[in-house]
């Protein structure tokens, strides 16, 4: 089990990437959130296995239909936080 914190630029607010990031997810059996950052970018935090966790990626790196994705960071932490399922955060606390 990995944890990964992932920021994605560019084009990724407004065209449906984070419910596209959960049904991804999902399918995938990642667990974690994903929610829109006031700088316009998308942050994740994905635990999982490393497989599924490449799969998760890839698909950040193209977005859903209407994205441009510019970039992708990608870090990975040890810390584990054991996430129950793949939640889409409206806002930050």
């Known amino acids: ?7 994605v630029k ?3 607010q407004g065209v449906f990437f984070r419910a596209s990031t959960k049904a991804v997810a999902d399918q995938l059996g990642v667990k974690g ?3 829109n950052e006031a ?3 998308v942050y994740i935090e ?7 966790l490449d799969f998760l990626l890839d698909f950040c790196k193209e977005g859903p239909y209407d994205a441009e ?5 990608v870090e990975e932490s ?3 936080k054991n996430f129950k399922n ?8």
């Open 46 to 52: 994905a635990e999982g296995d490393a497989i599924a």
């Open 69 to 73: 994705v510019s970039d992708v960071q």
């Open 78 to 80: 040890t810390d584990l």
């Open 1 to 7: 089990m990995k944890h990964w914190n992932i920021k």
């Open 39 to 41: 700088d316009g970018t």
């Open 33 to 35: 959130f994903v929610l």
């Open 86 to 93: 793949f939640e889409v955060i409206k806002k930050r606390n």
């Open 10 to 12: 560019g084009k990724v």
